[in-house]
DNA sequence: AACGCGGGGAG
DNA sequence: CTCCCAGCGTT
């Protein structure tokens, strides 16, 4: 077993705190307590938890329960969707599965309002299947132990903290191993003002030996959309594309991208610019595929048109230009990425 | 992939 | 005051 496992689970049995839903891994509680406990502090929580047991004290109690009571014992805890598929959870367990629980992930994941989080915890306390949790807390332990700056709001950081848990995981108490990272994260490994000189895993935590525990988790948050009307100059000679060095100044600062312009949105306005630009008679012939695809495979969306000279112009013979029109949504951080690259092919 | 759900705490 | 938290269901 992994030091780090052993210093945790020997952690929590020490320090765990005294939660009523402790005392028992009957299914049933550990569900209500988890349902309870989704987006709610324990110490919000906890009172409510009491309320619902000594009203429901079992899964048949709670199924034959009707909504209107249901809401009236949830009132002041916000999500009332919860208490909904609570009891409609309820029924499912007494229906289908005749008043007992399921006992695997995957059965337990049928039940309405238990997602990969909950199913995960009832699974590995109740049952004991070796499977990870993966919520708040747990990112939080996972990316610090392991100086990860994967954004954790983003499918790669999910993917990482789920296969270290998985390798951290021990099979004979899962349980007990999930909410050790999960107690640690709340009382030790606290989003500000970690305590790492209390922590069992000090020794084994990467950021902590680099000192930038404050700094993680990362979040990519929520990308700002900036819709950016562009139109593009493409000047292709023979096997060659004319490309700009950006100004240190504005978006995409040192970047390549196409020569822009500057004329109005409609078609009639880009020509017109196109022409006194390169001083030639121009026209639109068709809209080109090739481009289209260029951008769109880089999830760009843009709009593209083609436009070629009657005359070549100023390049001379076998020189070609070509004007292309992007209308992007895609967030500005993103598109900087994308940017120099989708240049560099070109170059 | 993005949004809505809600009360509570932080800034 | 506004922003943010964090699992789940819906679209």
Redesign the pocket.
């Known amino acids: 077993m992994e030091k780090t496992t052993e210093n945790l689970l020997i952690w929590y049995a020490k320090h765990k705190r005294n939660l009523p839903w402790r005392e028992s891994i009957n299914p049933y509680q550990i569900w209500l307590s988890e349902i309870i406990l989704?987006?709610?502090r324990v110490d919000?929580g906890t009172a409510y938890y009491l309320r619902f047991i000594s009203a429901f004290p079992t899964v048949f109690d709670l199924a034959k329960a009707d909504e209107e009571s249901v809401l009236k014992l949830w009132q002041?805890?916000?999500?009332?969707?919860r208490a909904r598929?609570l009891r409609l959870a309820a029924q499912m367990v007494v229906e289908k599965f005749n008043g007992q629980f399921p006992t695997s992930y995957d059965l337990l994941l049928t039940l309405?309002?238990?997602?990969?989080?909950?199913?995960a915890a009832i699974a590995s306390i109740a049952f004991n299947e070796p499977v990870p949790v993966?919520?708040?807390n747990v990112f939080r332990v996972i990316s610090r132990l392991m100086a990860s700056d994967l954004p954790i709001d983003r499918?790669s950081g999910l993917k990482f903290t789920r296969e270290q848990m998985l390798r951290l995981i021990p099979s004979n108490e899962p349980g007990n191993f999930n909410q050790a990272v999960m107690e640690l994260g709340a009382m030790v490994c606290k989003p500000?003002n970690p305590d790492c000189n209390a922590c069992p895993i000090q020794t084994q935590c990467l950021a902590h030996a680099s000192k930038i525990t404050s700094n993680l988790p990362v979040?990519a948050g929520k990308q700002k959309v900036t819709a950016l009307n562009i139109r593009y100059a493409m000047v292709i000679f023979k096997d060659q594309i004319m490309v700009r060095l950006r100004s240190e100044k504005g978006i995409w600062q040192g970047l390549y991208d196409f020569p822009e312009l500057t004329f109005e949105h409609d078609e009639i306005g880009c020509l017109h610019e196109a022409e006194s630009l390169f001083g030639t008679k121009m026209t639109f012939v068709k809209r080109s595929s090739t481009f289209t695809h260029l951008l769109s495979h880089r999830r760009i969306s843009a709009d593209v048109f083609v436009l070629q000279a009657e005359q070549l112009p100023i390049i001379g013979k076998d020189c070609q230009l070509i004007a292309l029109s992007a209308l992007t949504t895609v967030p500005v951080p993103r598109l900087v990425e994308k940017m120099l690259p989708l240049a560099e092919n070109l170059i």
Do not use: C, E, R
């Open positions: 989704q987006q709610t919000q002041g805890l916000g999500y009332y969707s598929n309405k309002g238990v997602g990969p989080y909950t199913a993966v919520d708040g499918p500000v979040k």
